[in-house]
């Protein structure tokens, strides 16, 4: 049972352009939602989180967009840069430092 | 400050061995956590230790074992290995057993052969 569905696989954008990732979650008892950043040969960093009692959460060129009623939450890179390029996950969890249910990923490319 | 540091790095491993993964988390954090990462898919959860109990486990099987040492330090051990057990295993660590985040090692690459 895959408990957060993650959307899409892969994405191809130009530097400057949005970046959209999009994520669904069917436990409703989840809490916490981060969103983590891999680059090839590295672990999984934390690149921004929220929860579910706030809409809307920025932090410099990434946003993360939340709707609790449909379940579900979204990542927006604006100006995206080539540096951006790696794969990025969602998760979600019951409290912010317990077991973390992670998304498939999304394979950002972001061309010059 | 060192971030989560995790050995080895890289190893190779045949059917029906045993493997033992060692993590240090940040100095200061008391929760770590295991969690497996195959090719192309998010990571799973394996066990979480925090004050060297086990809080937490996954949907794994009894050949995956875990300890948490006085000193936060942790041990992942599989026996028995398969080749489904080829992956990136991840420690994780964090400051106490709720409300902070969550930091990642770069994990240790298992191949089984």
């Known amino acids: 049972q895959q408990q957060v569905k993650q959307s899409p696989q892969s994405l191809i954008v130009q530097k400057g352009g949005i970046s959209i990732i999009n994520c669904a979650y069917e436990n409703t008892a989840f809490d916490y939602f981060p969103w983590y950043q891999q680059f090839p040969g590295k672990g999984p960093a934390l690149l921004i989180a929220?929860?579910?009692?706030?809409s809307e959460k920025k932090e410099g060129r990434f946003t993360i967009s939340f709707n609790k009623s449909a379940k579900q939450f979204s990542l927006h890179i604006m100006d995206s840069q080539p540096g951006d390029s790696a794969t990025y996950f969602c998760?979600?969890?019951?409290?912010?430092?317990?077991?973390?249910?992670f998304g498939k990923g999304t394979l950002l490319t972001v061309n010059p | 400050d060192a971030g989560v540091t995790q050995s080895p790095t890289h190893l190779i491993k045949t059917r029906g061995q045993h493997v033992t993964l060692r993590c240090s988390p940040i100095s200061g954090h008391k929760s770590v956590s295991w969690y497996q990462q195959v090719l192309g898919q998010g990571p799973q959860f394996i066990f979480q230790y925090y004050e060297k109990e086990e809080r937490g486990r996954g949907n794994f099987p009894d050949r995956f074992s875990a300890r948490q040492f006085p000193n936060y330090s942790s041990e992942l051990n599989v026996n028995a290995l398969l080749l489904g057990d080829s992956a990136l295993y991840l420690c994780?660590?964090?400051?106490?057993?709720?409300?902070?985040?969550?930091?990642f090692g770069e994990g240790s690459w298992l191949t089984v052969v």
């Open positions: 998760a979600a969890s019951k409290g912010s430092n317990y077991k973390l249910t």
């Open positions: 994780a660590s964090s400051h106490t057993g709720t409300g902070n985040t969550i930091y």
């Open positions: 929220i929860r579910p009692d706030v």
